[in-house]
């Protein structure tokens, strides 16, 4: 059994930082990719970053330049940090764990609400 826990979620001004940070428990083994997808309200989900367990990352266009996603191997963590936040952020952010099974397991986050105001 896989836990993750998500939190740094909020209200936020146009302009501002969030960091969230995501972290996962239990039977982890050996975590493979970790991400952040977001979800805004009539919208598919979609990818805004992920990061290898070698540290590789990608980022969706709209968060080039403004956000960074990192992790910490030691303690099963991804973070995001978000910033220049725009309205268009607003979403609840969920993270993905991929973890080094065969077949590999995949394992999402409850989700936490960003709201950016203008």
């Known amino acids: 059994q896989v836990q993750l826990v998500e939190s740094g979620g909020g209200l936020v001004q146009a302009g501002g930082s969030l960091r969230l940070s995501c972290a996962a428990s239990g039977s982890i083994g050996s975590v493979n990719t970790m991400g952040w997808f977001r979800q805004a309200p009539g919208k598919e989900r979609e990818l805004v970053a992920t990061?290898?367990?070698?540290?590789?990352?990608t980022y969706v266009d709209s968060a080039k330049g403004r956000f960074a996603i990192s992790r910490d191997n030691a303690k099963n963590t991804v973070y995001l940090q978000m910033n220049s936040l725009k309205p268009e952020d607003t979403a609840v952010y969920f993270c993905?764990?991929?973890?080094?099974?065969?077949?590999?397991?995949?394992?999402w986050g409850q989700g936490t609400q960003v709201t950016v105001s203008s």
């Open positions: 993905k764990v991929i973890i080094s099974t065969f077949p590999p397991r995949v394992h």
């Open positions: 990061v290898t367990s070698g540290g590789t990352t």
